[in-house]
């Protein structure tokens, strides 16, 4: 979505705070009368705003909104709320509300002041069902695939994954997820934009780096059987899982200090050890009989015998 472009005149809607008093307001707009189909741009201070009942809107989620927040404080309003005005000098938004919520997140928060000049278009009231009713109908969201692209190309632009998650008010491991599926091959996200993938498919692909990888795993598999379990167990079936007892009687730690490779399951809870993959089982299973030695010697310097276990 474009940026709006400043308009010629420099009216401010009743009850604006004047632009020279806030450095981040925008520039005021032209206030000619209300058409009967389009609206005028205007400014109105935040505090004057308010969801109208009007809004046909009812089911409000609270999820993304603090990341609908951050959004709005590092790009700005790139899409206008729509007003209309009430006889008490407020107004009420009919199309926009939760763009209004997070803008009322930011100044609850000491990010804005309260009366921060919000760009909108006034319409008649006679007009607030419908234009509520025709914003709302026809929008459609970026699809995740189109999402994950973007964050790729922040970051290859040179932005650190931490700026791109206080840009856009999510975690860096979530960037970091979205940056592993945006770099699968590009049949995978394509298949995914026609519905012909899953997403828990798409990130059993991305436990392999190499796209090479990644299509021979797929093409191996017949069509009736690429459950994302099948994927992974096809990708780790030569590795061992850090949640297994080997793994575990020798120690995360100590294997990757000997420099034993990992494969980690971005998609499992960091605290989840089955999402760890040891990919040389050889190594581990060295690492263990040397420490079962270590425990023999000990046991012999303590009188105690193992039956000759290493004999």
């Known amino acids: 979505?474009?940026?709006?472009?400043?308009?010629?005149?420099?009216?401010?809607?009743?009850?604006?705070s004047s632009p020279s008093?806030?450095?981040?307001?925008?520039?005021?707009?032209t206030t000619g009368a209300v058409g009967p189909a389009s609206g005028r741009d205007v400014l109105v201070p935040l505090d004057k705003l308010a969801i109208s009942t009007s809004n046909m809107r009812k089911v409000q989620h609270e999820e993304g909104l603090i990341e609908l927040a951050a959004l709005i404080e590092s790009q700005g309003l790139l899409q206008r709320l729509?007003?209309?005005?009430?006889?008490?000098?407020?107004?009420?938004?009919?199309?926009?509300?939760?763009?209004?919520?997070?803008?009322?997140?930011?100044?609850?928060?000491?990010?804005?002041?309260?009366?921060?000049?919000?760009?909108?278009?006034?319409?008649?009231?006679?007009?607030?069902?419908?234009v509520s009713l025709a914003e709302n109908s026809g929008r459609q969201g970026m699809h995740p695939a189109d999402q994950m692209e973007a964050f790729r190309r922040l970051v290859d632009d040179g932005l650190?994954?931490?700026?791109?998650?206080?840009?856009?008010?999510?975690?860096?491991?979530?960037?970091?997820?979205r940056l592993k599926?945006?770099?699968?091959?590009?049949?995978?996200?394509?298949?995914?934009?026609?519905?012909?993938i899953e997403p828990e498919q798409l990130q059993a692909l991305a436990l392999a780096d190499d796209i090479a990888t990644q299509e021979a795993i797929w093409d191996s598999l017949s069509p009736y059987d690429r459950s994302a379990w099948r994927i992974r167990n096809a990708i780790t079936q030569e590795a061992c899982s850090a949640d297994s007892r080997l793994a575990r009687f020798v120690g995360l730690d100590t294997y990757e200090a000997e420099g034993g490779s990992v494969r980690r399951d971005l998609?499992?809870?960091?605290?989840?050890?089955?999402?760890?993959?040891?990919?040389?089982?050889?190594?581990?299973?060295?690492?263990?009989?040397?420490?079962?030695?270590?425990?023999e010697v000990i046991l012999k310097e303590e009188g105690l015998v193992l039956g000759g276990l290493f004999a």
């Not at 008093?21 to 925008?26: F, G």
């Not at 938004?93 to 278009?121: F, N, S, Y």
């Not at 599926?181 to 012909?196: G, I, N, Q, S, T």
């Not at 998609?267 to 420490?291: H, R, W």
């Open 82 to 130: 729509s007003i209309v005005a009430n006889a008490d000098g407020r107004f009420d938004v009919v199309a926009g509300g939760r763009r209004l919520r997070a803008m009322q997140m930011l100044a609850a928060t000491g990010h804005w002041p309260t009366d921060q000049p919000i760009e909108c278009k006034l319409y008649a009231q006679g007009q607030a069902v419908q």
């Open 160 to 177: 650190t994954i931490a700026q791109v998650a206080g840009r856009f008010g999510v975690s860096p491991l979530t960037v970091e997820r």
């Open 181 to 196: 599926l945006a770099r699968l091959a590009p049949r995978f996200l394509d298949l995914y934009r026609v519905d012909e």
């Open 21 to 29: 008093t806030s450095p981040n307001a925008p520039e005021p707009m």
């Open 267 to 295: 998609f499992s809870s960091p605290e989840d050890l089955s999402g760890i993959y040891l990919a040389n089982p050889t190594m581990l299973q060295a690492l263990a009989m040397d420490k079962l030695r270590g425990i």
């Open 1 to 16: 979505m474009t940026a709006i472009a400043k308009p010629r005149k420099k009216n401010v809607v009743a009850g604006a």
